[in-house]
């Protein structure tokens, strides 16, 4: 009964949702931050968590002008792996292996890849 239906595409790119989806482990092993590095991201508490929580593994994909503190964060950890900016592809890959996404923004209350995260 709709007098001017309209198609209206997702906000998710094809790879979040086209990408056959993998199954999660019953446990947490892996921990992911996928986005900017920068301040108000709040970047600074999730290489805080890699530190005090050495049994679990920590990955983050992005760039920004907190790269250099990151690239730091994982000389210093054996279970932190910085992937630098990475194609949408490569961000399914790590969200599929993570079990786990933080989000540890201080001014952002639901980030694009928190959506992306629920696709997979």
Request: proline share 5%; with cysteine; net charge positive.
């Amino acid at each position: 009964g709709a007098r001017n239906p309209q198609l209206v595409g997702t906000p998710l790119a094809r790879e979040f949702v086209n990408t056959p989806v993998t199954r999660l482990h019953d446990s947490v092993r892996r921990v992911c931050y996928v986005g900017r590095l920068a301040a108000e991201k709040n970047i600074e508490s999730f290489l805080a968590l890699a530190a005090s929580r050495p049994d679990l593994q920590f990955e983050i994909a992005g760039d920004g002008p907190l790269r250099n503190k990151v690239e730091q964060a994982c000389k210093a950890s054996a279970n932190l792996t910085f992937h630098g900016w990475c194609r949408r592809q490569q961000v399914v890959e790590i969200l599929d292996r993570c079990q786990v996404l933080v989000l540890p923004s201080s001014v952002e209350a639901f980030g694009t890849v928190a959506l992306e995260a629920m696709a997979r």
